[in-house]
């Protein structure tokens, strides 16, 4: 299954449960709060099965609340990387910092 499949098909399971009918993005928001808790909890106890699905769980939130606030999350993406891509700067204690 490419990626498109992979979106349609949390698009699907969203619809299903009725996160789309009953959702907000307000709540969607804590919950992805809260998966990001558990991906912290698991890269501090370098669990990568926990890792993965914690950054499955985070992917699959951010896909409703993409579609909650009438956007796509492909083009979420996209609209990231077209910034992203030529931004300058260096590592600095393990993370990327943009210059200024």
Known sequence: MNLKDEF?????WATEKGIYQSGDP???TL?????????AKAVIHQ?????KDAIGD????LVSIAKLTGLQFEDCVNSAYQV???RKGKM????FVKAS
């Open 58 to 61: 985070c992917v699959v939130v």
């Open 84 to 86: 992203i891509e030529s």
């Open 31 to 39: 919950k992805l709060l809260e998966e990001a808790g558990e991906l």
């Open 26 to 28: 307000k709540t969607q």
């Open 8 to 12: 349609e098909s949390i698009r699907k």
């Open 92 to 95: 600095s204690n393990g993370t």
């Open 47 to 51: 669990d990568n099965e926990e890792i």
